[in-house]
Nanobody, 132 residues
Framework: QVQLVESGGGLVQPGGSLNLSCAAS??????????LGWFRQAPGNEREGVAC????????YYPNFAKGRFTISRDKGKNTAFLQLNGLQPEDTAVYYC???????????????????????WGQGTQVTVTS
């Protein structure tokens, strides 16, 4: 079991930026084999993957809508991931959930998307609201 503690989020104007962080902890698994990332879910929408990073080697995955705007990074020693959200638009408004799973970014790339079923640990969620 992996415990996740999220921070960040908030209210920002269109074009603005926000930072999210997610700290993972566990006594039972080796997080070096885990992908740590974020999903988001807006009212009435399905949960969609935003970004993921292999805690072991730092490889990353982004869906097309996130490429060039969002950047995920990690502090390997602290098992913490960071998500920099730039150029935010109203359609980015959602609850952002940190998630961890024993899946690699290579597998995610191979199947074409971050599937929630790959992730078995979830954070509490943090609201990101983009409005003028």
């Amino acid at each position: 079991q992996v415990q996740l503690v999220e921070s960040g989020g908030g209210l920002v104007q269109p074009g603005g930026s926000l930072n999210l962080s997610c700290a993972a902890s566990t006594y039972t698994v080796d997080l070096a084999y885990y992908c740590l990332g974020w999903f988001r879910q807006a009212p009435g929408n399905e949960r969609e993957g935003v970004a993921c990073i292999d805690l072991g080697d730092g490889d990353t995955y982004y869906p097309n809508f996130a490429k060039g705007r969002f950047t995920i990074s990690r502090d390997k020693g602290k098992n913490t991931a960071f998500l920099q959200l730039n150029g935010l638009q109203p359609e980015d408004t959602a609850v952002y959930y940190c998630a961890a799973g024993s899946v690699s970014t290579a597998t995610i790339e191979a199947v074409g998307n971050m599937r929630p079923m790959f992730f078995d640990s979830w954070g509490q969620g943090t609201q990101v609201t983009v409005t003028s």
